[in-house]
């Protein structure tokens, strides 16, 4: 026979089992039952997955905020270092980036490559959210992995919004990244033929 406590944790773990289904399942109602019920907010899955990292990649706007009302942490990462307002700048959920920022989200915060949200976003051509996370004070030209910027980023999957943006912020076209390749040289060489005429001469002045 189960003792108190032995019972009480094996409820306790089914609950939170079952606040992770309801957020995978986008039921924001079994969701807010499972949390008044007593699931502990900040469950992880065996990847690390939270409801709010969960909702934030879903673009689950209601949910999240239902989270974040019940307490979760908006800076609990994944076991890759992926935040929820990296979660939602890459699906490019402009509502739930604005509601993580707003309840303390760390725009600076980064993944296991050294990639922050403004580069996930950039990558998606994700412009609004782009201009979110610069108006939060990030550097437009920081550099992570490989000596790669949101620019280049951005330039190597021709996002000619995004790009625009970028250089109208600063970025600055003329750094390079390990290979010796700048934001015009990665267009070129990806076929990105928007992005590399906004990138050459004349036409890279926003």
Known sequence: MLGAATYASA???????????????????????????????DSRNRIGDTALITASKKGLAGMARTLVEHGAN????????VTPLMAASYGGYEEIVRLLLAHGADPAATDRVGKTAMEYAAGQ????????????????????????????????????????????RG??????????????????????????????????TP
């Open 11 to 41: 409820a306790g773990d089914a609950l939170n089992q079952q606040l992770l289904a309801a957020a995978r399942s986008s039921d924001e109602a079994a969701v807010r039952a499972a949390l008044d019920e007593g699931a502990a907010v």
């Open 74 to 81: 908006v800076r609990q990462a994944d076991v890759q270092g």
């Open 125 to 168: 051509g994700h412009t609004a959210v782009v201009k979110l996370l610069l108006d939060t004070g990030m550097d437009v030209n920081r550099l992570y992995k490989n000596d790669l910027t949101a620019l280049m980023w951005a330039a190597g999957y021709d996002r000619a919004d995004t790009v625009k943006l970028l250089l109208a």
């Open 171 to 204: 970025a600055d076209r003329t750094l390079r990244d390990n290979r010796g390749l700048t934001a015009g040289d990665i267009a070129k060489q990806t076929g990105s033929s928007q992005a590399a005429a906004l990138l050459s001469g004349a036409a890279a």
